[in-house]
T-cell receptor, first 109, second 114 residues
Framework: RKEVEQDPGPFNVPEGATVAFNCTYS??????FFWYRQDCRKEPKLLMS???SGNEDGRFTAQLNRASQYISLLIRDSKLSDSATYLC??????????FGAGTRLFVKA | DVKVTQSSRYLVKRTGEKVFLECVQD?????MFWYRQDPGLGLRLIYF???????EKGDIPEGYSVSREKKERFSLILESASTNQTSMYLC?????????????FGQGTRLTVV
């Protein structure tokens, strides 16, 4: 079983739609959680950290459920520029960072 | 502007060759990582290092070794390249100590073994 599992998609949504991605992790020792974004043929870049109380950054909302070992990302009012692969990431304190395989999103006009 | 630099964007090597992939970071980060990324499999951790001369195996270390002689440089070595090591290789660095620290990636090296 993979340590971090995501639905690979692709998710095809129209502009303005709300879309949600989910991710589960198996290592209960995981301490930090993130969502990264990777554009085609580019390196991954941090989108946002995920905090226990949930957090929001503009149109993006991240949630963490430690009991269920589950992370989510909600994107509201999708833009064409949101088209990318979204990677769920966990680590056990900076030494071992584990990436999910990613969820592909296509936003269409 | 923070930077992680990988020595090559594209490499073509022959089966059996010894291959060196170099990565340099300018952020004084303690932790450095090597991943490979393949379609449908995402990023898989090969090795990581949390200090000079220290290294730990990741999930897929077979066929690879690493070297970290200086804090800013982390090298990935393919002892005898094989066709199943054709992949995108990504180096990353990250600081320690604080929670939720960001990992910064290099631009990647696309290696083809023929």
């Amino acid at each position: 079983r993979k340590e971090v599992e995501q639905d690979p998609g692709p998710f095809n949504v129209p502009e303005g739609a709300t879309v949600a991605f989910n991710c589960t992790y198996s290592n209960s020792a995981s301490q930090s959680f993130f969502w990264y974004r990777q554009d085609c043929r580019k390196e991954p870049k941090l989108l946002m950290s995920v905090y226990s109380s949930g957090n929001e950054d503009g149109r993006f909302t991240a949630q963490l459920n430690r009991a269920s070992q589950y992370i989510s990302l909600l994107i509201r009012d999708s833009k064409l520029s949101d088209s990318a692969t979204y990677l769920c990431v966990t680590d056990t304190g900076g030494f071992k960072t584990i990436f999910g395989a990613g969820t592909r999103l296509f936003v269409k006009a | 502007d923070v930077k992680v630099t990988q020595s090559s964007r594209y490499l073509v090597k022959r089966t059996g060759e010894k291959v060196f992939l170099e990565c340099v970071q300018d952020m004084d980060h303690e932790n450095m990582f090597w991943y490979r990324q393949d379609p449908g499999l995402g990023l898989r951790l090969i090795y990581f290092s949390y200090d000079v001369k220290m290294k730990e195996k990741g999930d897929i270390p077979e066929g690879y070794s690493v070297s970290r002689e200086k804090k800013e440089r982390f090298s990935l070595i393919l002892e005898s390249a094989s066709t199943n090591q054709t992949s995108m290789y990504l180096c990353a660095s990250r600081s320690t100590g604080l929670m939720n620290t960001e990992a910064f990636f290099g631009q990647g090296t696309r290696l083809t073994v023929v």
